[in-house]
């Protein structure tokens, strides 16, 4: 039997994002098993819910990623909102449809710029993060800041999209689309991209589904899951389809992401279309008492929070399963199998947001 | 297959100024909506403390007896709330961003 | 209500048949949360097919705080009760990849299992266990 060495990836890896510990079990450059190792930035996010009162508390929602900031705010504040059964005005439904789109739209964008550095192509990588700038101007002229948006309360949103700002947006939007489909020629099209993707961790389709896959990972290996078709927000009146792939290796799921930019982009303008006037918010008096179960789609996949309230200003449990927490079990084991230089690009295709994983 | 398809983009670029601008000899025009630093007006300001019990960091501390209002600008998360609540309307929210620092001490207004 | 949520009772012995049963008939597992309510512990296993979503929830004192482990079945669980244990003190009991309290590194052993502290009142400052 060929020698087994047990090589430690991360936590402090130059391709991760943020710090996650795999131990590879590996024979003679293949790895054999991939014991997974996180807490390295647990934070203990579910138990200030019991020292900030739940108006306060949206704010630490938002801080728990950076990414997938305005998703997590808009879950808390919908799960707050359908406890206490507040009646929440049209246009703010569809402001944070636009933002979580524009979210989601930024967060592919960061991704493709990190999954070309994961592959070594830095000049790719400088070019998608080049992109993303002028999304992060979009944000930052709609919410006031870069990444962390600050706009969405319990009852609707604070701030405004007026006309002019609209079509402002659109009109980026619409030059984001043009740099991206540049840059999207690139991710697949190119020789030395589609030698280092294709045929890499292939995950089959009962596999992703046994081991409990989200988003786009899930989505890569053949299923049409996707959390917006339940309808929350405005996604009841705007159509889309999930985009999905059947191959399930890493190509499929850098496919489905750089898709799922232009269906975003295509959604925000549906939404623009529709968009009614009115209220920004509803006045919030008195205090949640119930549970409720929220899920919604993050760009890595559904989130499911779980929000109890016993009728004081705190509530009493507050839980977050994130995409990436789902995608780990299915990313060790597509790592068995592989090649060594392989499991820093398997990594990034999970899209690991490891401070969401461990809150 | 193909083993140019980045050609076209690195000629563009090569012909262009650069994207990134030379911060900090050419510092950056902040938007017309972004949150960077609190600015108080202390002559309007009537100690009444709401915004201190807004504040989600705790970052303001006023002291009605001796009329001093205090921030900690590295525990300010440029909310808005305390501009939103404030009702002699003293608080406004500059576009600029804040100068970074190296030591954690409060700033103090009276 | 975006969807419906029916949350099923069950009891420690039959919880194992009746997560073989949903994985039979293909539901995927969500997640696996606890929550302390008093004396008890409540644990909600959450499935989802096709957009349908379904729950099913265990409750078990304090004292007795021990349920078998559904790695078994769904594989991927062993993340979520790794995590419970390290968080609530809840044995699992047959795991397939068994942390042993080493998921997360808290300053004390099953924190979200201590009482609420007051608001207001600031927390003694416990050491970090290096």
Redesign the interface.
């Known amino acids: 039997m060929a020698t087994r060495t047990v090589i430690p990836f991360g936590p402090q890896h130059p391709v991760l994002p943020e710090p996650i510990h795999l131990d590879l079990v590996v024979e003679d450059e293949k790895v054999v098993e991939a014991i997974p190792s996180i807490g390295f930035i647990h934070r203990g996010l579910e138990k200030l819910v019991e020292k900030k009162d739940f108006p306060e508390f949206v704010y630490v929602a938002e801080r728990i990623c950076g990414i997938c900031s305005f998703i997590h705010s808009q879950s808390y504040c919908q799960g707050i909102e359908e406890i206490m059964k507040l009646p929440v005005p049209p246009r703010a439904h569809y402001l944070r449809t636009i933002w979580g789109e524009i979210s989601r739209v930024h967060s592919h964008l960061l991704w493709l710029g990190l999954m070309a550095d994961a592959m070594g192509f830095e000049s790719l990588f400088m070019h998608a993060w080049r992109v993303r700038e002028r999304v992060l101007k979009i944000i930052e002229a709609t919410t006031g800041g870069r990444v962390i948006f600050g706009v969405c309360k319990v009852g609707g949103v604070r701030r405004d999209i007026d006309a002019a700002a609209m079509r402002n947006v659109l009109a980026e939007l619409a030059e984001t689309e043009r740099e991206t489909k540049e840059i999207v020629k690139v991710f697949l099209n190119d020789g030395t991209v589609k030698h280092r993707l294709c045929g890499v961790g292939a995950l089959a389709r009962e596999d992703a589904y046994a081991l409990g896959c989200v988003g786009p990972t899930l989505r890569a290996s053949g299923w049409t899951n996707d959390t917006r078709k339940l309808g929350y927000a405005a996604f009841r009146e705007l159509s889309f389809e999930p985009v999905t792939r059947t191959e399930g290796d890493c190509y499929a799921r850098v496919a489905v992401r750089c898709d799922e930019i232009f269906q975003s982009i295509d959604l925000i303008r549906q939404a623009a279309a529709k968009i009614p006037g009115g209220e920004l918010a509803v006045k919030v008096t008195g205090n949640p008492d119930g549970e409720v179960f929220v899920r919604t789609e993050q760009p890595r996949g559904e989130v499911l929070y779980y929000l109890k309230g016993n009728g004081t200003k705190n509530l009493q449990r507050f839980r977050v399963r994130t995409p990436t927490f789902a995608n780990i079990p299915a990313l060790v084991k597509s790592l068995q199998g592989c090649s060594l230089a392989d499991v820093p690009v398997l990594v990034l295709t999970i899209d690991p947001c490891i401070s969401c994983t461990e809150r | 297959m193909s083993l140019f398809s980045m050609t076209g983009l690195v000629m563009k670029w090569l012909l262009r100024k650069p994207y990134t601008s030379r911060y900090p000899f050419e510092p950056r025009q902040p938007l017309a909506g972004s949150r960077g630093t609190l600015g108080v007006t202390m002559a309007a300001c009537a100690f009444c403390a709401l915004c201190a019990k807004r504040c989600p960091t705790q970052a303001i501390e006023v002291d009605r007896a001796a009329k001093r209002w205090t921030i900690d600008r590295l525990r300010c998360i440029a909310c808005n709330c305390c501009v939103e609540i404030c009702p002699k309307k003293c608080l406004e929210m500059k576009t600029a961003h804040g100068i970074p620092t190296v030591t954690k001490d409060r700033e103090t207004f009276s | 209500?975006?969807?419906e949520?029916p949350i099923i009772a069950v009891t420690p012995g039959t919880l194992v048949g009746e997560v073989k049963r949903h994985?039979e008939q293909g539901w995927?597992?969500?997640?696996i949360?606890?929550?302390?309510?008093g004396e008890l512990f409540e644990i909600?296993y959450?499935f989802?097919r096709d957009?349908v979503?379904q729950?099913l929830r265990v409750q078990i004192p304090e004292t007795a705080a021990r349920l078998p482990s559904i790695s078994g079945v769904?594989?991927?669980a062993?993340?979520?009760e790794n995590e419970i244990h390290d968080l609530y003190g809840i044995t699992f009991d047959g795991l397939v990849?068994d942390?042993k309290g080493?998921?997360?590194?808290?300053a004390i052993p099953a924190?979200?299992a201590v009482k609420?502290?007051t608001?207001g009142v600031s927390a003694s400052v416990v050491q970090p266990r290096v």
């Open positions: 209500m975006t969807e949520q994985c995927r597992l969500v997640q949360g606890a929550a302390k309510l909600n959450s989802d957009l979503f729950n769904y594989w991927c062993f993340l979520y990849l942390f080493t998921l997360y590194k808290t924190p979200f609420p502290e608001p």
